[in-house]
């Protein structure tokens, strides 16, 4: 009989809002000490999230606006403001200006409490990822995490299920006795491919997304009393009191498929 293990997080949307709160900010930050006149609410930066690659995206729209005609050399242009844009990116995890989703530190310290084990598991570069978390849950919660993948450990990047099934390895437990909570369906589809459960906790940028074959969809980890969360999908026979808790995850671990 299955039985929950461990507890596996994606990071970006999932522990912080990483890019409506990371990226889109240090993108606008860049372009103001470039003096280009553009600022990216949060609307625009959606729409431009379906260009991958932050070089690609500014392409995308300097062309799509008609701006790249008033620059003299683009591709130099496009490369300094990124790579500034990386080291804003770097400067707003570092210094804490971005915060958890609500529920993270509770579920985190509750999974912790209960001698689960715990990961991150994400395709963002290795020292932001471990910079996030540090700063986040400070150097005793991020010694809490047993395996944290980032960046390049893997050759196929998500829906490839090779970063779940690397996790699996290196937590030592088996995959029906995991549960990855994930925010988009390239998530989703990596844990499902790895075998394991997967709870989806939706933000602005991936709410519309199909989320088919996810045993849990919901608004956010939630905190009773403070962010209430909503199950979207998969609730039926669950007891659910308003926000994910332990337990809760229990029972999506045993619950018919
Ligand atoms: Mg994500």
Request: hydrophobic fraction near 40%.
């Amino acid at each position: 009989m299955a039985e929950l293990e461990a507890v596996i997080f994606d990071q970006d949307g999932v522990i912080a809002d990483t890019e409506r709160d990371g990226h889109r900010v240090a993108f606008n930050r860049a372009f103001k000490e470039f003096n280009l006149n553009i600022e990216w609410g949060v609307k625009t930066y959606g729409e431009l999230l379906k260009v991958g690659g932050g070089k690609e995206r500014m392409r995308h729209y300097l062309i799509r606006e008609g701006l790249d005609k008033n620059i003299e050399d683009v591709d130099t242009l496009i490369k300094e403001v990124h790579k500034r844009k990386t080291e804003i990116f770097m400067e707003i995890i570092g210094e804490g200006q971005m915060g958890l989703r609500p529920g993270v530190a509770r579920l985190v310290r509750e999974c912790h409490d209960a001698n689960l084990k715990l990961a991150v598991c994400s395709t963002a570069n290795e020292r932001a990822v471990n910079t996030l978390l540090r700063t986040l849950f400070g150097e005793k919660g991020y010694g809490w995490f047993d395996v944290i993948l980032a960046g390049d450990i893997v050759r196929a990047k998500k829906p490839d299920p090779e970063i779940y099934n690397l996790a699996k390895e290196k937590l030592a437990v088996s995959s029906i006795n995991c549960v990855v909570i994930e925010d988009n369906r390239n998530g989703l589809l990596a844990a499902k491919g790895a075998g394991m459960r997967c709870i989806i906790t939706v933000n602005s940028y991936t709410q519309s997304e199909d989320f088919s074959g996810a045993d849990l969809v919901i608004t956010s980890l939630g905190d009773v009393g403070r962010d209430k969360t909503e199950i979207l999908a998969g609730g039926k026979n669950l007891t659910f009191e308003g926000q994910i808790t332990v337990s809760l995850l229990r029972q999506v671990i045993g619950k018919e498929k």
